[in-house]
Every structure is written in C-alpha cells, then in structure tokens.
C-alpha cells in the first residue's frame, strides 16, 4: 500500500519554530515533485512550498524567508522548516507527491496526499 505519512506538527508559541516531515512509502519506483498545502479553518487549501527532485524549490509569498523546503530522495521524505511562525500560519499541513508506482501493468504515475498534520500557532 503506497501513503504519505506527515509528522512533526504541534503547537508553538509565535516567533518559534517546528518542522514537518512527509515519508512517502510502498510500491514506490521513483518521485518527482514534492509539496506542502496547508488548509486553515473556513479556508481553502493553498500551496506552501515545492520541491522538484533536483531541489529546486518555489515558495508562496506568504512564507519566503520563512520556511524552507527539502528533502532526502533516497529516504523519499520531504521536510518543510518553520520558522518565525505566526498565529496566521496556523493550518492543516499536507504533503502532497507526484510517485511513480510499479502496477501489475507495468508503471504509473500518480498524485497522492498525506493524512494532515495540525500546526497551531498561539499568540
């Protein structure tokens, strides 16, 4: 069974840091892009941060500066440092992956999410 497993969430006082990890696992022969959303309450989901499997990374404005995408291709996580957190980036944070997964036919690529993680900011 191929999944996406976030951890790391929590809750944080404002000005701190944490720092989320997504392993993805399974029947996995290779992963290309890797992402982080985030849902806040009452909101729609929107994109945190990307990274390709070269390392290049794009970042939304709202966190440039802030929070820092990466990851491990041969462990296949990607992690999402946060810094300088604010009550605004209070949210669910999801991981999100383009995989390449092996099939009784062959090869395919599909786009899976992870289950969510909750990171709460307190003023």
């Known amino acids: 069974q191929v999944q996406l497993v976030e951890s790391g969430g929590g809750l944080v006082q404002a000005g701190g840091s944490l720092r989320l990890s997504c392993a993805a696992s399974?029947?996995?022969?290779?992963?290309?892009?890797m992402h982080w959303y985030r849902q806040a309450a009452g909101k729609q989901r929107e994109l945190v941060a990307s990274?390709?499997?070269?390392?290049?990374?794009n970042y939304a404005d709202s966190v440039k500066g802030r929070f820092t995408i990466s990851r491990d291709n041969a462990k296949r996580t990607v992690f999402l440092g946060m810094n300088t957190l604010q009550p605004e980036d209070t949210a669910v944070y999801y991981c999100?992956?383009?995989?390449?997964?092996?099939?009784?036919?062959?090869?395919?690529?599909?786009?899976?999410w992870g289950q969510g993680t909750q990171v709460t900011v307190s003023a």
């Open positions: 999100n992956a383009d995989l390449l997964l092996r099939s009784p036919s062959g090869q395919v690529w599909r786009n899976d």
């Open positions: 990274i390709n499997a070269g390392g290049i990374t």
């Open positions: 399974g029947s996995i022969v290779d992963v290309a892009y």
